[in-house]
């Protein structure tokens, strides 16, 4: 008799950096004008995030080129829109808030989402023994299958990785009327999910 079952495991890892999106966008009937300060507010910004990750290489933080583009409504005058993406890494999240309130400040800005990360090297740590605990669980699982239809073990055929990995949990972040952010920077465990489809044969019946 064959058996499948499914073996799953959780578990949960302090978060160590956060990912941080954010627009930086002006409206407004006269192009130049909109570009203008939509650059201007970009500047702002870059000299927060130069402040945030002075060794920077690049990869922590990042503006996207201007982007600008018309909306046109019957019977309205044009509307012209400018925009800048960003995003950067913050290491230090005892330092999130502040940063995060210093950004919402910039006029024009909208911060997007806080996003909880692990490193790789914490992944490639936590992720091996997420599979040995999946793997008991289909195991025992299949056990208990076996005993339940007079068999007195199993042995393995083949295990499908589910190809789960990390479960990163993000925040919506947004602002208040009065422009000052409302955000819940507690940081929040990084999940661990692995699922495993074994394939079991029964063994010895009673």
Do not use: N, Y
């Amino acid at each position: 008799m064959k058996i499948t079952v499914t073996g799953t495991s959780r578990s949960k890892v302090p978060a160590e950096r956060a990912h941080v999106t954010f627009t930086v966008t002006r409206r407004g009937t006269d192009a130049d004008r909109v570009i203008e300060e939509v650059s201007a507010a970009a500047q702002e910004v870059r000299a927060l995030l130069d402040e945030l990750t002075p060794d920077d290489d690049g990869d922590e933080a990042h503006l996207s080129g201007l982007r600008t583009w018309t909306d046109l409504v019957p019977d309205q005058e044009p509307v012209h829109i400018a925009q800048v993406d960003g995003s950067v890494r913050v290491w230090e999240l005892a330092e999130l808030g502040a940063f995060l309130a210093r950004l919402a400040a910039v006029d024009g800005v909208s911060v997007g989402h806080v996003e909880w990360k692990l490193t790789q090297d914490t992944r490639d740590a936590a992720e091996p023994e997420a599979i040995r605990d999946a793997f008991h669980d289909a195991r025992q699982r299949a056990r208990w299958i076996a005993a339940a239809a007079g068999h007195q073990g199993v042995k393995v055929i083949s295990v499908t990785d589910g190809g789960l990995g990390p479960s990163l949990h993000a925040r919506q972040a947004f602002l208040k009327a009065d422009g000052s952010p409302s955000l819940d920077l507690d940081p929040v465990d990084v999940e661990i999910s692995v699922s495993l489809a074994v394939e079991f044969e029964a063994t010895a019946s009673q």
